[in-house]
């Protein structure tokens, strides 16, 4: 079993809809979560930290379960520019091993 | 802020030849990760680095694989010799705490 397990995509949607991605992750003293966003052939970019409490930036809203080790990305109201790879990220305990999971792809069409 | 930054971009090389792929973190960055991305396996982790000292090189993936970290502001992958299989883009990131920075990336095609 992978470490960290995301939906396998692609997701194809059309502009103005809500989507989400899950992701679970096997090591319960993983400490810290987030999800990155990756455009065609250029590198990760930090997307936004998941708290236990649940954050939400815009029209993103990201959630953590750790009963269940579970963290999901709800988008709303989807733009074309939303096109990309969505990467879960896992930091297990002592603070320096990053583990990616392996991405979801999402298209957003006109 | 320059952000992370890698040299080359692009490599090509002929198989059997020494590849070396350079990178300088964001400046204060503690951390520094060296990643392989394909897209039959995704992101791997090759090698980290805390404070200039290798953490974890569990994934490199063969001794032809070496990574060094002589200083805070810069490091070396090298590939020798080099083989087909070894294209892919190869990623330096830095943090200083928990969530890495990415540089652009050198893409290797080893014919």
């Known amino acids: 079993r992978k470490e960290v397990e995301q939906d396998p995509g692609p997701f194809n949607v059309p502009e103005g809809a809500t989507v989400a991605f899950n992701c679970t992750y096997s090591?319960?003293?993983?400490?810290?979560f987030f999800w990155y966003r990756q455009d065609c052939r250029k590198e990760p970019k930090l997307l936004m930290s998941?708290?236990?409490s649940g954050n939400e930036d815009g029209r993103f809203t990201a959630q953590l379960n750790r009963a269940s080790q579970y963290i999901s990305l709800l988008i709303r109201d989807s733009k074309l520019s939303d096109s990309a790879t969505y990467l879960c990220?896992?930091?297990?305990?002592?603070?320096?091993?990053?583990?990616f999971g392996a991405g979801t792809r999402l298209f957003v069409k006109a | 802020d320059a952000g992370v930054i890698q040299s080359p971009r692009h490599e090509v090389t002929e198989m059997g030849q020494e590849v070396t792929l350079r990178c300088k973190p964001i400046?204060?960055?503690?951390?520094l990760f060296w990643y392989r991305q394909t897209m039959m396996r995704g992101l791997e982790l090759l090698i980290y680095?805390?404070?200039?000292?290798?953490?974890?090189d569990s994934g490199m993936p063969e001794d032809r694989f070496s990574a060094k970290m002589p200083n805070a502001s810069f490091s070396t992958l090298k590939i020798q010799p080099s083989e087909p299989r070894d294209s892919a883009v190869y990623f330096c990131?830095?943090?200083?705490?928990?969530?890495?920075?990415f540089g652009p990336g050198t893409r290797l095609t080893v014919t």
């Open positions: 990131a830095s943090s200083l705490v928990s969530f890495q920075y």
């Open positions: 400046s204060g960055h503690n951390s």
């Open positions: 990220v896992v930091l297990n305990t002592g603070g320096f091993k990053t583990i």
């Open positions: 680095f805390n404070n200039n000292v290798p953490i974890d």
């Open positions: 998941v708290y236990s």
């Open positions: 090591n319960s003293a993983s400490q810290s």
